[in-house]
């Protein structure tokens, strides 16, 4: 009876496991990842002045993603990079500038 029983206990306790861990990577957690695929983007784009983010809100399994919007030094049109955060080694790549006309992002106003 018990051994029957077994299979369904185990996959009773995964669930369960798997319901808080998947609630631990909520919330706070969330927003400490964005804050820091936020940073580490801006400070890989020191070329753009008026530089900002626009974080992807969970990324992928291995990466977390962002578009940083800024101006070249000496430019007066606005450029957007593809930002690549690396979890597991919180190192970051950038792509090369897309101009304009290839991508059109409006960054969201900041939340007061």
Do not use: N
Request: glycine residues 8%; hydrophobic residues 45%.
């Amino acid at each position: 009876m018990l051994s029957r029983l077994l299979p369904a206990i185990v996959f009773s306790a995964a669930s369960v496991l798997a319901a808080s861990s998947a609630a631990a990577s909520s919330g706070d957690a969330w927003e400490t990842f964005r804050a820091e695929v936020s940073k580490k983007c801006l400070a890989a784009a020191p070329s753009l002045q008026k530089a900002s983010a626009v974080v992807d809100p969970f990324g992928t399994e291995s990466f977390g993603l962002a578009l940083v919007i800024g101006t070249p030094k000496g430019s007066k049109a606005a450029v957007t990079q593809i930002c690549v955060y690396d979890k597991q080694k919180k190192t970051v790549e950038l792509g090369g500038e897309l101009a304009p006309d290839t991508v059109k992002v409006g960054v969201p106003t900041k939340k007061k």
